[in-house]
């Protein structure tokens, strides 16, 4: 805010704690009036608790359904933009626009949407000329759906980025160990509608008995008795694949929008406990949940939306007791281009993830690359990459044993200009 740059965006894999950071921001700030929009009800409660965790005196208040704030002893508002987000501008009218020094909005890549844009243009955050008494913070792990309004609307920069593969790399995420399971499903007449696939044309695909079964089949051979969370496309898409995990003697509960938040609150209670081996959800779980106990995720959902993928894996990759990896079931289909593991690390398109760990896949080849200046074409495994190494340095021993001073003419000579890479180059002999 010191340079001028008073919309900030904070970009977070998902696990790594925004909720700390700001958290954090606000005690350093001192604890100025502040506004958080939220998207969903377990969003407040977690925010809330990580709050009071830093300051346990701190009065918080809460703006959704029944529960009201008061602007004369709360410092902290946490509401969600359902509650407050109407175009009427009833409730929000509540709070005064003069009243936050901070508004905060979570999971930030909901903000192109009406009710987002409504509370922020109550605070005069949007536009040309927004309000600079006041610092606009979002945090999100996925800033892709910004694009669509136009970064420079909302924010005046990035202030800070820390990714999945940091997180993995500095040893604050767990690695990923990642399937690609080829069902065959052809999505090439699949229509597309807001950057990812027709909701009821991929259903038709992807909820047939022979890809449930394999995806039971998959759960029954790597995940049982450990914590998976199963993607669906559809709520009758949930109810069939619970349905085979029970034939197959899985503990399963299907949690989707319609669940009671009760009932939500227990199976995810029983999922932890062990007393369920898997929860089967629509579209629920892609933010607002934490429990870094979920050692398998199985997307049974393929999407063209790198936001939508990021925040599925992210239910997986926070580090919990005896837990060394995350183990992902990624079910793709052919015909179309769709989000893979492989392509959020930067992988080749052709690369097998049969059980690879993908940190380590990712920064073997990045080193390769990077050293030797290999081509990535066509590779297909870290196998694939070591054969190509053999066949460089094989081919580095025959200029080193064949091509001699004698070899050339006159006054030409083969040369390593650099001793840490095996290259050589003809140069002139100085004599």
Not at 64 to 78: G, M, N, Q, W, Y
Not at 281 to 309: K, M, W
Not at 331 to 352: A, M, N, Y
Request: charged share 30%; with cysteine; hydrophobic share 35%.
């Amino acid at each position: 805010a010191k340079n001028g740059v008073t919309r900030q965006l904070v970009v977070m894999a998902t696990g790594l704690g925004k909720t700390v950071v700001v958290g954090k921001f606000l005690e350093r700030m001192g604890f100025p009036n502040t506004y958080g929009i939220m998207h969903r009800e377990e969003l407040i409660s977690q925010s809330r608790d990580k709050i009071r965790s830093i300051n346990p005196n701190l009065s918080i208040g809460l703006d959704k359904a029944e529960f009201h704030p008061d602007i004369s002893t709360d410092r902290v508002i946490l509401a969600t933009v359902q509650s407050v987000g109407h175009v009427d501008g009833k409730r929000l009218s509540a709070v005064p626009k003069d009243w936050p020094k901070i508004v905060w909005t979570d999971e930030v890549h909901h903000a192109p949407s009406e009710s987002y844009l409504t509370v922020l243009d109550h605070f005069g955050l949007r536009g040309a000329q927004p309000r600079r008494d006041i610092i606009s913070i979002g945090t999100t792990a996925t800033p892709d759906r910004l694009d669509n309004l136009g970064y420079d609307q909302l924010f005046d920069d990035v202030v800070f980025r820390y990714g999945l593969r940091d997180g993995i790399r500095d040893g604050w995420l767990s690695d990923i160990k990642a399937w690609r399971i080829q069902t065959g499903a052809d999505l090439s007449a699949i229509k597309s509608r807001k950057g990812d696939f027709v909701e009821k044309e991929l259903d038709e695909i992807m909820n047939t008995d022979e890809h449930n079964k394999l995806a039971v089949d998959v759960w029954a051979q790597h995940c049982r008795s450990r914590r998976s969370l199963f993607f669906c496309v559809t709520k009758e898409h949930a109810r069939k694949v619970s349905e085979a995990l029970g034939k197959a003697g899985g503990k399963s509960a299907v949690v989707v929008a319609e669940t009671d938040p009760v009932e939500r609150r227990g199976s995810i209670e029983a999922l932890r406990s062990g007393e369920l081996e898997a929860i089967v959800n629509v579209g629920v779980f892609t933010e607002g949940f934490d429990l870094p106990e979920i050692d398998c995720i199985h997307i049974l959902r393929p999407t063209q939306s790198r936001a939508l993928y990021v925040q599925m894996i992210g239910r997986g990759t926070r580090k919990a007791p005896s837990k060394p990896y995350m183990e992902l079931f990624d079910h793709t289909g052919q015909g179309h281009d769709v989000c893979t593991v492989g392509q959020i690390f930067g992988l080749p398109d052709s690369w097998q993830l049969e059980g690879n760990m993908v940190e380590k896949d990712t920064a073997d080849l990045e080193a390769a690359v990077e050293d030797l200046g290999l081509s990535t074409d066509g590779l297909k495994s870290v196998k694939d990459l070591q054969e190509k190494l053999r066949s460089r340095e094989q081919r580095m021993e025959l200029i080193r044993g064949s091509l001699t001073a004698a070899d050339l003419p006159s006054k030409l000579v083969w040369v390593k200009p650099s001793p840490s890479k095996e290259r050589y180059v003809i140069s002139w002999r100085n004599e």
